[in-house]
């Protein structure tokens, strides 16, 4: 399972997820943002389609220690949901947009 813009695999609990949602491994997702850039669109193409899963990443960002003062690394989770591309190509067609 990867990210049919980017190229990247989905691992973890992603796959868990995406697997549990009912897919193969050579299935392909990509976020609607990441749609919206590849194909140029102003997201009304969009209309209709249904995001398959909801997946997480962990992001690091530099908070500040309320204790000691110093910034420090803290992990939080991100959350974005993403597209099946086959429904993406479908739906984009019913919609009148030409790949």
Do not use: C, W
């Amino acid at each position: 399972m990867k990210n049919f813009i980017n190229g990247n695999e989905y691992t973890g609990g992603n796959v868990t997820t995406l697997e549990d949602a009912g897919f193969a491994d050579a299935s392909e997702f990509a976020t609607f943002r990441q749609i919206k850039k590849h194909f140029n669109l102003q997201g009304k193409e969009m209309k209709g389609a249904k995001s398959v899963a909801t997946l997480m990443r962990v992001v690091v960002k530099k908070v500040v220690n309320k204790k000691t003062g110093k910034k420090e690394d803290k992990k939080f989770p991100k959350y974005f949901s993403v597209f099946e591309k086959n429904e993406v190509i479908a739906v984009l067609q019913s919609n009148g947009f030409t790949l």
